[in-house]
Nanobody
Framework: VQLVESGGGLVQPGGSLRLSCVAS????????MSWVRQAPGKGLEWVSH???????NYADSVKGRFTISRDNAKNTLYLQMNRLKPEDTALYYC??????????RGQGTQVTVSS
């Protein structure tokens, strides 16, 4: 049972990145899935979640800029991040469960927004 994130990197302000999270070992399509992030020196912040049917919610800080989606056939969760800001710099994790709450979390992928 694991979650593996990828897609992070260094991007300039205003740029875009697409994160992926591949799930294995459980019935991915049956679960809420979330993205959370942790900026340097700060606690975990919930970013977004999506239910098994594709309905999503977002933190106010990313609403209108980020889009969460899932491909249940590929056991993959995505986070499309547009109009990135320096304050989006963080380690991004996918989590099995709503609101970023759950015992299963990936190892994270680093997103750095800087000119």
């Amino acid at each position: 049972v694991q979650l593996v994130e990828s897609g992070g990197g260094l991007v300039q302000p205003g740029g875009s990145l697409r994160l992926s999270c591949v799930a294995s070992g459980f019935m991915f399509g049956s679960y809420y899935m979330s993205w959370v992030r942790q900026a340097p020196g700060k606690g975990l912040e919930w970013v977004s979640h999506i239910n098994s049917g594709g309905s999503a919610n977002y933190a106010d800080s990313v609403k209108g800029r980020f889009t969460i989606s899932r491909d249940n056939a590929k056991n993959t969760l995505y986070l499309q991040m547009n109009r990135l800001k320096p304050e989006d710099t963080a380690l991004y994790y996918c989590v099995r469960g709503p609101r970023g709450i759950g015992p299963l979390r990936g190892q994270g992928t680093q997103v750095t927004v800087s000119s």
